[in-house]
């Protein structure tokens, strides 16, 4: 191997590893604020890359049908609720917020679809779509279970996942498709061919990160879910509800999905089902942080995405052999390394 | 005065054991009413009901409407304030932001309120304005206390409701507390203060409950309480003439 093959390998791999950064950081979020391992995160990542697609093609993504389904039942499900709590006057609002938005967005993308707009505008209609789908799967399969252990959460994701790849096959059928890319144009430094592509997808990644860290570190809203993640009671006590804290969340980690779709559209073709791979490696980052830390999960996923790189070239066969193999090592050294919280108050 | 506060009947059971057993208590607008009794007799477990962090049976009433199908929530958008006995702060986030949060139910009321009510907040506990960028898991005992009874005020209670706020604290700190408690009554706030120290709780408090193994053993005015010599012999450690 030489130095431009090298540099060649090491910008696929921060590419895809900003990518799985992404994912990672969705799925440290959710753990820490609901205890949900968010096993179909990789759908909500198909998701992204079809729904682009889709609007690509002038075709309406299947995406509305989900969403419009999703939409009424979680409307069904807050009407009944407020009507079990005596809140008969709360229903408009709610409705309004559970259905009449989601459908907002259905409507808009339905009148957009045979438009062939500007693909900027059929980005910023794919990620308002996927994300909404976000608190409606929070409001309709994990809210209910809110106090159910992590076990429970964890079937109950697996249970989703596989729903979600059902509905998936349904709504976008089986072939794959891929974007065209944001540009592709390369430039040369030195003797390294980088694509502006790559330096688009890492830009992004990384301002995407630095709006995390700034909502988390500066936001009301983002300390509310800090805390929620940090102490549910003290969270209660000082009026953060549980499921609003849950539904805002799977908003973000959705979004965060939704983009990690649109900037993986364009590097490899994306089938209904090839989400799971790909939320798996953004898992493997994410347990590198033990679910816990921000950077080490985002660092992890990093990792990932150069290990993946690399192994594609020196034993393509077995490259996700050795990405999945990674986590053995990894989990050894955390198990030895860190230290038992259960005594802990 | 009106009540503020009314529970009757009220039985709160953990599994199949009853730990309160149908308790009766009023708390009348803009007074300190205190509930004291020996460990175990039930007083957080109340606490936690009223608040809503237990179920329980029985009716709660505030402001006259009943609480019972509000959530936690909802009662602390109401002015309901809660300092647990476990004070529940965030263990690893800064002073600040804790009390921030304290304030998260009156978001709605924009910045300038919310800064408004850090000032005062650090003004009655300069020590949490020295300590404002330190993480809450890292301060004393004492510093804990302040920081969870500033956070409460941050929620601008109605009926603020103290589960032992002199636990584990130096003597002339628990004095400074009991002054505060008696400052925000002044301020028209309404306390329902859980005490283990009966002769401060009675010295400030208007009304008393004591809580015995789930029941109202007995109740009346503070001073009257105090005086009783049943309770004098067992709470306040004074021997029966
Ligand atoms: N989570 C729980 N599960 C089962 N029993 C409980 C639980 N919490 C409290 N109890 C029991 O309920 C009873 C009342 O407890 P509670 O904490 O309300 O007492 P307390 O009056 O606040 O006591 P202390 O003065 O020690 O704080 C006790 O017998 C306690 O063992
Ligand atoms: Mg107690």
Known sequence: MDLSIAALLTQDGITNGAIYALLALALVLVFAVTRVIWVPSGEFVAFGTLTLAGLQLGRTPGTVGLLVAMALVAGAMEVAGCLRRGEPRRIPGRLALWVGAPLAIAAAIVALAPLQAHLAVQVVATLAAVTALGPLLYRIAYQPLAEASVLVLLIVSVAVHFALLGLGLWFFGAEGSRTPPFSSATFTIGAVNVSVQSLLVVATSLLLILALYLFFGRALYGKALRATALNRVGARLVGVSPSFAGALTFTLASLLCAFCGVLIGPITTVYYDSGFLVSLKGFVGAIIGGLASYPLAAAGALLVGLIESFSSFWASAFKEVIVFTLIIPVLLWRSLTTRHHEEDE | ?241
């Open chain 2, 1 to 241: 005065m009106s009540a503020l506060l009314e529970v009757a009947d009220l039985s709160v059971s953990y599994g199949k054991v009853e730990a309160v057993h149908h308790v009766a208590l009023t708390a009348a607008e803009g007074s300190i009413v205190t509930v004291i009794g020996p460990n175990g007799a039930g007083k957080t477990t109340m606490l936690g009901a009223v608040m809503g962090l237990l179920p329980a049976r029985g009716s709660i009433r505030y402001l006259g409407e009943p609480l019972e199908r509000l959530s936690v929530e909802q009662r602390v958008a109401r002015g309901l304030v809660l300092v647990p006995e476990r004070r529940e702060l965030f263990a690893g986030m800064s002073v600040e932001d804790n009390l921030q949060l304290g304030a998260f139910a009156r978001r709605g009321e924009g910045e300038r309120a919310a800064r408004r009510a850090l000032d005062e907040v650090y003004h009655r506990f300069p020590r949490l304005h020295q300590r404002r960028v330190q993480l809450a898991g890292t301060l004393s005992g004492g510093e804990r206390q302040m920081l969870a009874l500033g956070r409460a005020l941050m929620g601008r209670p109605r009926l603020l409701m103290l589960d032992e706020p002199s636990l584990g604290l130096a003597p002339l700190i628990v004095k400074e507390i009991f002054a505060i408690v008696a400052q925000l009554r002044a301020g028209g706030v309404t306390i329902l203060l859980v005490e283990q120290n009966a002769r401060a709780a009675l010295q400030v408090a208007d009304y008393g409950y004591v809580l015995e193994t789930g029941d109202v053993a007995t109740h009346g005015r503070a001073a009257d309480l105090a005086s009783d010599p049943k309770v004098a012999a067992t709470y306040l450690g004074i021997k029966a003439a």
